[in-house]
């Protein structure tokens, strides 16, 4: 059964706390980030079970949240994932080019991983940063103004990690 341990226990209290009492479901978007983070990079079902279980909250409550928003990953996912905006100022500047580059260089589509579990594909809706389009997220960055010689070192920077 997954468990948060101790020390991580002690920040969900401390979160929870930030909040009236009764209102303890606000602290649901950090637990959704801090389960994904300690159960393997994505929430499986049995994972978001269990933070309805320590907000005291329906698992439908956080089913709904964690569908709804493209940074919870529901299927396992590789080491890196790229999450390539596709809105409409990234797609005027070539998003889709730079989405085709990518699915032929690492040889999978938009939601898949690669065989060698290092890379996710993912595309996304506008992360706030169109002026620096064509962009995607990788991990805490944002990579900018992507052109293909940009993705080539962007893979390659990842293979080495
Ligand atoms: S449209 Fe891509 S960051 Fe806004």
Not at 23 to 48: D, N, R, T, V
Not at 50 to 55: E, P, Q
Not at 72 to 93: D, R, S
């Amino acid at each position: 059964m997954l468990k948060f341990s101790d020390d991580k226990l002690k920040e969900v209290k401390k979160i929870i706390d930030r909040y009236p009492q009764g209102k303890q479901k606000s602290a649901l978007i950090p637990l959704l980030h801090m389960a994904q983070s300690e159960f393997g990079g994505w929430l499986s079902p049995e994972s978001m079970d269990y933070v309805a279980s320590l907000l005291s909250i329906d698992p439908i409550e956080v089913y709904e949240v964690a569908t709804f928003y493209s940074m919870y990953n529901l299927q396992p996912v590789g080491k890196h994932i790229f999450e390539v905006c596709q809105t409409g100022p990234c797609m005027l500047n070539g998003s889709d080019n730079i989405i085709n580059y990518i699915k032929t260089k690492l040889n999978i589509g938009v939601g898949e991983t690669t065989e060698d579990g290092l890379f996710t594909l993912k595309t996304v809706e506008c992360l706030g940063a169109c002026g620096y389009a064509p962009m995607m997220q990788l991990g805490d960055h944002y990579r900018e103004h992507l052109t293909k010689e940009k993705v080539d070192a962007i893979i390659e920077e990842c293979r080495g990690k």
